[in-house]
Nanobody, 118 residues
């Protein structure tokens, strides 16, 4: 069964950094564009925000809200996608998920909580 497992979240002060990881099965990883999504407090799953994407060839795109602060990358040998988050703001607080882009309902995992607070 295909799974995506996110990790690396935590509590960080404003201005801090975190690096999230998403381990994916090779079947999905070799075919699809991968994306990082987030679900902010009080928002339901239908309003998850797509914050970054990366194609198999490494082309990236970012939401305006994170551009210049977040960097998405992938390690094809490890079937892992990363999200480096710098200059974190309280409004970045959310549960972060990875999925394909467009997303597949069956691939939503548990996510990893990121809390930015002093």
């Amino acid at each position: 069964q295909v799974q995506l497992v996110e990790s690396g979240g935590g509590l960080v002060q404003p201005g801090g950094s975190l690096r999230l990881s998403c381990a994916a099965s090779r079947t999905i990883f070799s075919i699809d564009t991968m994306g990082w999504y987030r679900q902010a407090p009080g928002k339901d799953r239908d309003h998850r925000e797509l914050v970054a994407t990366i194609t198999r060839r490494g082309t990236t795109n970012y939401a305006d809200s994170v551009k210049g602060r977040f960097t998405v990358s992938r390690d094809n040998a490890k079937n892992t996608v990363y999200l480096e988050m710098n200059s974190l703001k309280p409004e970045d607080t959310a549960v972060y998920y990875c999925n394909t882009n467009p997303s597949r309902r069956s691939l939503w995992g548990q996510g990893t909580q990121v809390t930015v607070s002093s």
